[in-house]
């Protein structure tokens, strides 16, 4: 059964198609890569699904319901979350507040001036274990901008998460931290996607993180959707290795 | 670890924690009075009275400035509401009453803030601040053209009101009256805006606030909604500075264009750079300094702008972290190296 599907889904940049008459589906449970070359409209899908560009036409589909028109609060309502490329953190809150703030926007405590915040135990008690959950409880008191940068990926994954998505979708969660790190960064969310039983998508640059952790692949080409697959599929298709080749050393 | 975070980090949690620290604050601020009779010089009482007010005027803008990100450059237009609404009611309702003046400055400011706010939080940065000054400039141009109901430039008098629905009636000596009743009226009130803040930025809803000041798109995909909470943020703060406009009408005695004029709103500004806006109390020490600085200065120089002009460069140049903010990471450092 499909979480997620889109129809026909258009984003045009002047002469520039990004995403191109786009039907994509993505499945409960599974965990699907999002791959191609630079260019080739994967964070513009993903930023229509999540609400930060609307199409030019087309819709999306999640759960059942139209959200094409929803803004990104409604979307986030109704439980797509997501986390981007260039890390988007809360720099001068600590790394407990930063996951704290999305735990109060979950249960719409955000609106509430009259009691003060590190005196609410329940919120913070989960704000601990989301936080133990991806290896960050000993940076709970540390400001996120003084964190190290493997360490903010995983924050941004973390404040995702804390708002118990159905849909996480994840803008390259290992660009920018080095190889050591990718792998032990990947076990984390993966494993926690898993036992949370949390429906992700990840766009993913690197083919061994890819191959290894994805249930489903689907690779992009100038806007529009060149193949999907099983990782066993992707791998040999000879239409991806063809198109991919110079972009990527192998596939 | 750049500044920011030790500065950050250096706010305490705990509001009994505060409460250690501004404990001798409270006790002096509690004797003055007595100081200021003792050594003959009852100004000093009301010129501290000046400097609360400003104080609680600057933890108004400072929720917009320091925990929600937004610079604005209209705020006389909120003080000024609160001062001309009390203004108004003393001459076309012959009120006396201070409970009076204040709801009505505060109904009144609450009514410009959303009209404005309504406006101006659908645009950030710069395009906020010329808003705001913008707004805050038709209201100055109405008090000064409609001179018949304002008193123009002449201003509209504010005789010293009834504290306590009546219980403390107005002296005949009006210096005693405002260096002692007036000034822990003040007073109260000044500890109640500041307890009041100090939950409103800790709450949840403050944490949101200093989120979508850190990173506006983030918290939008937490599912902050941004405009709403600033607008609210806009309210607040309007709301603060107007109460502390009709607190400053009756201690004046007298209500003029001058306060919805932008060079006010440049001193609001001013002096919540100077104490140090990212930090809670920095907007109140900087509001009393600037007070004393500019009556002394006005005093010694009548090119006194000139004057403050050339501290607030040799200020923002050699202490960017304002009074406190610089006061802070001294004492850090001095922990520190112990």
Request: aromatic share 12%; charged share 15%.
């Amino acid at each position: 059964m499909s979480l997620l599907s889109t129809q026909r889904l258009t984003k045009y940049f002047g002469d520039t198609h990004a995403v191109d008459h786009v039907d994509f589906t993505v499945a409960q449970g599974e965990l699907l890569a999002l791959i191609g070359s630079n260019g080739a409209g994967k964070t513009t899908l993903v930023n229509l699904i999540s609400g930060l560009l609307r199409p030019d036409s087309g819709r999306i589909v999640f759960r059942g319901t139209d959200v094409t028109s929803q803004s990104v609060y409604g979307r986030i309502r109704a439980g797509i979350a997501r986390s981007f490329q260039l890390v988007n953190l809360f720099d001068q809150l600590t790394t407990l507040d930063n996951v704290a703030l999305a735990i109060f926007s979950r249960e719409g405590k955000t609106r509430n001036f009259a009691y003060l915040a590190d005196h609410d135990p329940k919120v913070r008690q989960e704000a601990k274990e989301v936080l133990q959950q991806f290896g960050l409880e000993n940076k709970a008191g540390m400001l996120a901008g003084g964190l190290a940068q493997g360490e903010r990926k995983l924050l941004d994954v973390a404040v995702a998460v804390a708002l118990r998505p159905k849909l996480l979708l994840l803008d390259e969660p290992t660009s920018g931290v080095s190889t050591r790190e990718k792998a032990p960064i990947m076990d984390i969310i993966t494993a926690i996607v898993r036992s949370e039983h949390i429906t992700a998508v990840i766009i993913e640059h690197d083919m061994d993180v890819v191959f290894k952790y994805s249930d489903r692949i689907v690779v992009m080409h100038q806007g529009t959707i060149l193949a999907d697959g099983t990782p066993d599929e992707i791998r040999t298709n000879d239409q991806v290795i063809t198109t991919l080749i110079g972009t990527q050393a192998s596939v | 670890m750049n500044q920011n975070h030790t500065l950050n980090t250096s706010i305490p949690r705990f509001p009994w924690k505060v409460l250690g620290y501004a404990g001798p604050v409270v006790v002096l601020l509690l004797v003055v009075p007595f100081v200021a009779d003792y050594v003959k010089d009852p100004y000093q009482t009301i010129l501290l009275s000046y400097g609360l007010i400003m104080g609680i005027a600057a933890l108004g803008f400072n929720l917009l400035l320091g925990y929600t990100g937004l610079l604005s450059f209209g705020h006389s237009a909120y003080f000024g509401m609160g001062a001309y609404a009390v203004a108004f009611s003393v001459k076309y309702l012959h009120v006396t009453s201070m409970e009076v003046f204040l709801a009505g400055g505060l109904v009144a400011t609450v009514v410009v803030s959303a009209l404005f706010g309504f406006v101006c939080v659908r645009y950030t940065r710069i395009f906020f601040g010329i808003l705001t000054l913008a707004l805050s400039q038709v209201l100055w141009s109405l008090a000064f053209k409609f001179f018949w109901v304002t008193g123009g430039t002449d201003g509209l008098r504010v005789p010293t009101p009834t504290l306590l629905g009546g219980m403390i009636k107005t002296s005949q000596d009006k210096v005693i009256f405002l260096s002692h009743a007036y000034y822990y009226y003040v007073l109260i009130i000044f500890f109640g805006c500041v307890a009041v803040m100090w939950v409103i930025v800790n709450s949840p809803f403050g944490k949101a606030l200093q989120a979508i000041r850190d990173n506006e798109i983030r918290a939008e995909f937490v599912g902050v909604q941004v405009r709403k909470y600033r607008f609210v943020a806009f309210l607040i703060s309007g709301a603060f500075t107007g109460l502390a406009g009709a607190l400053w009408a009756p201690l004046n005695g007298l209500t003029t264009p001058d306060i919805l004029y932008w060079p006010f709103s440049g001193e609001i500004v001013f002096l919540t750079v100077l104490g140090g806006f990212r930090t809670f109390a920095g907007p109140i020490i900087g509001a009393v300094v600037f007070n004393y600085l500019k009556t002394y200065a006005v005093g010694y120089t009548v090119y006194w702008q000139l004057l403050l002009g050339a501290v607030l460069v040799t200020l923002v140049l050699s202490m960017p972290l304002g009074i406190l903010g610089t006061v802070s990471r001294l004492w850090l450092k001095l922990r520190k190296s112990r």
